[in-house]
Nanobody, 118 residues
Framework: QVTLVESGGGSAQAGGSLRLSCVTSGAPVSGLCMGWFRQAPGKQREGVAHIVSVGATTYADSVKGRFTISRDSAANTVYLQMNSLKPEDTATYYC????????????WGQGTQVTVSS
């Protein structure tokens, strides 16, 4: 069983930065495909950034060039560095883990709120 715990959310001004952390237990993040998702009120959940076991990363167009996903194998943690924040980035952010090549996710975190004011 994979357990994920997010932290690092909070409030920021537009143009500011936040870093989210996702501490993972039950499997090494280096062997998993990890993703950050977000859901704003009244909207569907959307994928924000993903990192696969070999380290390749992908981003939603809306965050490309502003957000960076990374991982620390020693800490078994995945991060989401968010720069140049915009009010439209306001959402609850979730991390999730799956076995690469398998679409079903092994687990989801409880979510962390990010609020960006203009």
């Amino acid at each position: 069983q994979v357990t994920l715990v997010e932290s690092g959310g909070g409030s920021a001004q537009a143009g500011g930065s936040l870093r989210l952390s996702c501490v993972t237990s039950g499997a090494p993040v280096s062997g998993l495909c990890m993703g950050w998702f977000r859901q704003a009120p009244g909207k569907q959940r959307e994928g924000v950034a993903h990192i696969v076991s070999v380290g390749a990363t992908t981003y939603a167009d809306s965050v490309k060039g502003r957000f960076t996903i990374s991982r620390d194998s020693a800490a078994n943690t995945v991060y989401l560095q968010m720069n140049s924040l915009k009010p439209e980035d306001t959402a609850t952010y979730y991390c999730a883990a799956r076995r690469c090549g398998i679409s079903a996710y092994l687990g989801w975190g409880q979510g962390t709120q990010v609020t960006v004011s203009s």
